[in-house]
Nanobody
């Protein structure tokens, strides 16, 4: 049984930092895309950062977070991270961890924009940034 369990959300002031974690269990063998998505209040879910698990060097970021957020993985712990620095009020959202174990190759646009391709999702962790 596949499970993605997020943690690390919270409330911070603008300019602060948070690190989100996603513990992955039940995905065995092979490489896949896994990443972070967010859904601000009243808006659609959007891609934030995605990584291809083989090697961990293929990463994609939304323009809105480039230079501020960093996605990484610890394969020994089966855990995905999102380090978020210089947080802004517009980063306020529910953040979800999601994995796509079916699509072998994706462009950056697909990885960040095709929410429907991701077949496993966590329950989410809330991030609130106050000004």
């Amino acid at each position: 049984q596949v499970q993605l369990l997020e943690s690390g959300g919270g409330s911070v002031q603008a300019g602060g930092s948070l690190r989100l974690s996603c513990k992955v269990t039940g995905i065995t063998g092979g490489s896949y895309y896994i990443g972070w998505f967010r859904q601000p209040p009243g808006k659609e879910r959007e891609g934030v950062a995605v990584i291809w698990t083989a090697g961990g060097t293929t990463t994609y970021y939304a323009d809105s977070v480039k230079g501020r957020f960093t996605i990484s993985q610890d394969t020994n712990k089966n855990t995905l991270y999102l380090q978020m620095n210089s947080l802004k009020p517009q980063d306020t959202a529910m953040y979800y961890c999601a994995a796509d174990t079916l699509t072998p190759v994706m462009t950056a646009q697909q990885a960040l924009g095709s929410v429907q391709l991701y077949n496993y999702w966590g329950q989410g962790t809330q991030v609130t940034v106050s000004s």
